[in-house]
Nanobody, 124 residues
Framework: QVQLVESGGGLVQAGASLRLSCAGS????????LGWFRQAPGKEREFVAA????????SYADSVKGRFTISRDNAKNTVYLQMNSLKPEDSAVYYC?????????????????WGQGTQVTVSS
């Protein structure tokens, strides 16, 4: 049974940093693309960042470029999202996801497994 479990969310003030983690079990992360998405109340789930299995290629939404960094540790079956300079508009439930595709994917339907999400709230 494949499981992805996010952690690291919380309530912070604008300008602060958070590091999200997503640990996988039931499968190996190697050779898969990992991504982070977020969903705010009343909005569709949106792409945040993705990383290839080797870590050699990454992609970011324009809204988080320069502030967020995605990384992965295949030995630990874990993917991370370092979020700096957080803004109130970053508030959302953040989900990690795994795609069995090889190349970077930025759409929700390209991902096969999802975590349960972790809440990030940024106060102004």
């Amino acid at each position: 049974q494949v499981q992805l479990v996010e952690s690291g969310g919380g309530l912070v003030q604008a300008g602060a940093s958070l590091r999200l983690s997503c640990a996988g079990s039931g499968l190996t992360f190697s050779y898969n693309v990992l991504g982070w998405f977020r969903q705010a109340p009343g909005k569709e789930r949106e792409f945040v960042a993705a990383i290839t299995w080797s870590g050699g290629s990454t992609s970011y939404a324009d809204s988080v470029k320069g502030r967020f960094t995605i990384s992965r540790d295949n030995a630990k079956n874990t993917v991370y999202l370092q979020m700096n300079s957080l803004k109130p508009e970053d508030s959302a439930v953040y989900y990690c996801a795994l795609s069995r595709d090889i190349g970077i994917r930025t759409t929700t339907w390209a991902y096969d497994y999802w975590g349960q999400g972790t809440q990030v709230t940024v106060s102004s």
